[in-house]
């Protein structure tokens, strides 16, 4: 049983950085395609950032290519997600979640254990 803790959300002005942790425990997750999904208000949870196992290789959401950036640290069992270049329409909660399975999928049925989510909040 995988237990997944996110820290790193709060409130921030466009422009800013924020860094997003994903503790795992229970566990290691080196073997787990790993993603961050976020989730605004009336609207699904889409991957914004995925991390395949060996060979490492990482999938961007279009909105995010170029500002936001996923890595894991398998000695400390953590997933990060860097948010440069913030923008209001990256304001949502943040979900990290892994799959029992190398790959990245795209899809949150395809992942199998989830964190309960930070929240992102940036300011015009």
């Known amino acids: 049983q995988v237990q997944l803790v996110e820290s790193g959300g709060g409130l921030v002005q466009a422009g800013d950085s924020l860094r997003l942790s994903c503790e795992a425990s229970?566990?290691?997750?080196?073997?787990?395609?790993m993603g961050w999904f976020r989730q605004a208000p009336g609207k699904e949870r889409e991957l914004v950032a995925g991390i395949s196992r060996i060979p490492t290789i990482t999938y961007y959401a279009d909105s995010v290519k170029g500002r936001f950036t996923i890595s894991r640290d398998n000695a400390k069992n953590t997933v990060y997600l860097q948010l440069n270049s913030l923008k209001p329409e990256d304001t949502a909660v943040y979900y990290c979640?892994?799959?029992?399975?190398?790959?990245?999928?795209?899809?949150?049925?395809?992942?199998?254990?989830w964190g309960q989510g930070t929240q992102v909040t940036v300011s015009s």
């Open positions: 229970g566990r290691p997750v080196s073997s787990n395609a």
């Open positions: 979640a892994g799959r029992n399975a190398p790959t990245v999928y795209t899809t949150p049925r395809d992942y199998d254990f």
